[in-house]
């Protein structure tokens, strides 16, 4: 049984910074892209930046240039490094990663738990 498990989040203020990270664990044959999503109070989960395996990055433009998407791996893991967060990043953001558990197996989508991220204006 594959899981995702998050770790970090908090409660900063307007302009601090903030790193979450997620660690896939279990079955686990191989990993493509890794990312992380959000989803603020009435509103739709949206999609926050991922990245492949071969480790290309995309970004949503509301976070460009303050949010950095990075993976080790090794460890299974994509981290996700919040710069000069707004009040509106506020949100539970979920890891979500595609896997394989088997070679032959078809890839199937995980997804975390979620973690608060709140900014305190």
């Known amino acids: 049984q594959v899981q995702l498990v998050e770790s970090g989040g908090g409660l900063v203020q307007a302009g601090g910074f903030l790193s979450v990270s997620c660690r896939a664990s279990?079955?686990?044959?191989?990993?493509?892209?890794m990312g992380w999503y959000r989803q603020a109070p009435g509103k739709q989960r949206e999609l926050v930046a991922f990245?492949?395996?071969?480790?290309?990055?995309n970004y949503a433009d509301s976070v460009k240039g303050r949010f950095t998407i990075s993976r080790d791996n090794a460890k299974n893991t994509v981290y996700l490094h919040m710069n000069s967060l707004k009040p509106e990043d506020t949100a539970v953001y979920y890891c979500?990663?595609?896997?394989?558990?088997?070679?032959?197996?078809?890839?199937?989508?995980?997804w975390g738990q979620g973690t608060q991220v709140t900014v305190s204006s």
């Open positions: 979500n990663a595609e896997i394989r558990e088997r070679a032959i197996d078809k890839t199937n989508f995980y």
């Open positions: 279990g079955s686990i044959f191989s990993i493509n892209a």
């Open positions: 990245i492949t395996s071969g480790g290309s990055t």
